[in-house]
């Protein structure tokens, strides 16, 4: 999934930084959490290399991927219904009726096809789940599988703040469902809680920090994603058709919050070591992190220049200078309980 933020390019910085920093080898037995997990690439990688992995996010198309990372493996999932969801008769419902031009809601985020075929599967799969034809470890592997395939079919220059005019090529093909990689490895934990909140419940060894850097906030940036995991019907406002984000505001996309929300995690954490992403554009200046995290243990902080990612790369315009770079912040806990 093209996600904003996405570390799946930088996986070798951290895995080389946060061995070289802990001591920790691959293959020990070790507690690591992944707490903004986003698409769960951090995780899952860590997953494969023997950890358990407590994983979190406050979205909820990020928990129904993170699920099915992290707490499924070869031998609790079937992956015998993909013919059985993409063979459905499309169906007139809430994405066809919301964010197909065909319906006349003004808005093209898919074609008329696909919108009816991603209800069909939505609604299928909730319906087997409630009747109890499949658990909850296949209901997360088929949503989770559901967001990540029909993204690749999005009628948008890249996020969801906008749809394009006229259906772009990627949009205009036959959506198919596909599988998620399934993970094999120790199972472990998945939550969809506010990060402030979760940290006080929780411990272990490794916590990686990935959180917004600016303003832009995933629920306004991804909120076709949500609509079609919760597949909750929500009131949808303007052209766009943005449904209330509520709690899922990030206090770490507000200037005014964040220096406050991230001290509170960082003193709440129990776990050894914590290592921050974080890049040199971000809302918070890389002073204030060094004399945050400084106050709670031994800090380091290491540096890989970094692509930057580009919201709008499918119609060619240039985001600005390539000059970001991304920073990892470390800290060695003192008296951690
Ligand atoms: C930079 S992205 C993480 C990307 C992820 N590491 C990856 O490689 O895909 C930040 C994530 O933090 C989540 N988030 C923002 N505020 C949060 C909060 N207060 N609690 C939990 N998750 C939050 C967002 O939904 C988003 O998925």
Known sequence: MNYIGSKYSLLDFLHETIKSVTGYKDGDDYIFGDLFAGTGVVGSFYKSLGCKVISNDIQYYSYSIIKH??????SNIRTDLFDYFNNLEGVEGFVYKNYCAGSGSGRNYFTDENGKKCDAIRIELERMYRSGEIDEHNYYFYLGSLINSIDKYANTASVY???LKHIKKSAQKTFILEPLQIIDGQLGNVFNENINDLVKKINGNVLYLDPPYNARQYCSNYHVLETIARYD???????TGLREAGKQKSAFCSKREVEKVFEDL??????????????????????????IMSKYGDYSVYTKDYKRFKADKDENRNTGG????????????????
């Open 69 to 74: 990372y992290i707490e499924n493996n070869s």
């Open 266 to 291: 960082i003193a709440n954490a129990n776990f050894e070591y914590i290592f921050l992403s974080y890049n040199n554009e971000g809302l918070m200046s890389l002073d204030t992190i060094k004399s």
């Open 161 to 163: 703040g906008a749809f």
């Open 322 to 337: 390539n000059g970001t770079i991304e920073y990892l912040h470390c800290l060695r806990k003192k008296n951690n309980g």
């Open 233 to 239: 019907s929500p009131v949808l406002l303007g052209m």
